[in-house]
């Protein structure tokens, strides 16, 4: 059973440009939560899809923006980079209903800004 | 609002001693609560969760946690560590209704010699 799978691994970007990062989730699970996980912090939620729908959002500006596929899967994109967006980026799924609703994290997408 | 306080950034200690890696939480609802592990250069991964039930929750790898609901807090124990535990570890909190976790910053726990 493959868990949840994120790509790239690693990349950089030079500020001003665009990124765009593709998570697929673990089987079986219908929800998809995006998370920003700057050096030395704990991740902060940036936003949920479900059904194809952005269901929440965290206090993130509008240059993130996302999309989930009818396959679940989901992508993330950051216009405009900035410096301060360098982070690790967690995709994290779940089953809509389950108990606690517990997420599963991929391994995450380093991005550097330069 | 929810939020969690990890009130100790690092944690040192030696092989084979005991530890706990505190965390208190606020929230105006009923709570679940989770603890995640990150390795160096990892994602992070469940090592446990309280729902409901028995307030002491465990983990196949040796470590627990008991829910307090008086005090808020839900620490993390091992009775006796190995250098494999060396990791990130993150406390959160969900409520039942948004189902969108909040972590803490999270604690380095380094296993010496």
């Known amino acids: 059973d493959a868990g949840v799978t994120q790509s790239p691994t690693h990349l950089i970007k030079t500020r001003g440009q665009q990124v765009t990062l593709r998570c697929s989730p673990k089987?079986?699970?219908?929800?998809v939560s995006w998370y920003q996980q700057a050096l030395g912090q704990g991740p902060q939620f940036i936003f949920q899809?479900?059904?194809?729908?952005?269901?929440q959002r965290g206090n993130f500006p509008d240059r993130f923006s996302g999309h989930q596929f009818p396959n679940y899967s989901s992508e993330l994109n950051v216009n405009a980079l900035l410096l301060g967006d360098s982070a690790l980026y967690l995709c994290?799924?779940?089953?809509?209903?389950?108990?606690?609703?517990?997420?599963?994290f991929g391994e995450g997408s380093w991005l550097t800004v330069v | 609002a929810q939020s969690v306080t990890q009130l100790d950034s690092q944690v040192p200690v030696f092989e084979e001693a005991p530890v706990e890696l505190r965390c208190n939480y606020s929230?105006?609802?009923?709570?679940?609560l989770f603890w995640y592990v990150q390795y160096p250069n990892q994602g992070l991964q469940l090592l446990l969760k309280?729902?409901?039930?028995?307030?002491l929750v465990e983990s196949i790898n040796g470590f627990e946690a008991e829910f307090n609901k008086s005090q808020t807090s839900f620490h993390l124990r091992k009775p006796s560590v190995h250098i494999s535990d060396t990791a990130e570890y993150f406390c959160?909190?969900?409520?039942?209704?948004?189902?969108?976790?909040?972590f803490g910053r999270g604690t380095s726990l380094i296993v010496h010699p």
């Open positions: 309280y729902l409901s039930g028995s307030t």
């Open positions: 994290a799924s779940s089953s809509t209903g389950a108990p606690g609703n517990t997420i599963y």
């Open positions: 929230s105006s609802v009923s709570v679940y």
């Open positions: 959160a909190v969900s409520d039942g209704g948004s189902y969108i976790p909040t």
């Open positions: 899809y479900y059904e194809e729908e952005e269901r």
């Open positions: 089987s079986g699970h219908d929800t």
